[in-house]
């Protein structure tokens, strides 16, 4: 089963941006990433070719979150992409989160959501 329940963020980040550029956001409130985000974009994150929409030097870095009831300890941790799949056929459902992040500058934002899973009730709830 593909990707369900997709919310996109871009909207928010346009306003975002829109409010950096005009100067009702500052910098230092737009680039806020916490130094765990950051750390896990450099040994976790996925690169992609797109550059940071504030610094413009730097190349922005995917870092996506699993949460969920059925993940146990496994909720609240840092997947690659490759590993969803195999998630998504061994789990009911979950919920990814992609975060973009600029280790340049420490921008960072949510920009998709969506839940996984192949939909089935997990065996413990079987009757």
């Given amino acids: 089963m593909g990707p369900r329940l997709v919310v996109d963020y871009c909207l ?11 100067g009702h ?11 765990y985000l950051l750390r896990a974009a450099k040994y976790h994150g996925e690169p992609t070719q797109r550059r940071c929409p504030v610094c413009g030097k730097h190349r922005l870095t995917h870092v996506t979150y699993v949460y969920g009831d059925e993940l146990g300890r496994y909720a609240g941790r840092v997947k690659v992409t490759a590993e969803l799949a195999d998630m998504a056929r061994e789990y009911g459902e979950f919920r990814v989160f992609v975060v973009e992040v600029c280790q ?5 934002h949510l920009t998709v959501s969506y839940v996984l899973g192949h939909g089935d009730e ?4 079987r009757g």
């Fill in 12 to 22: 928010a980040k346009r306003a975002v941006l829109a409010g950096l550029r005009s």
């Fill in 25 to 35: 956001l500052s910098r230092d409130d737009a680039c806020d990433a916490h130094p």
């Fill in 104 to 108: 340049g500058c420490a921008w960072n």
């Fill in 122 to 125: 997990p065996r413990s709830q």
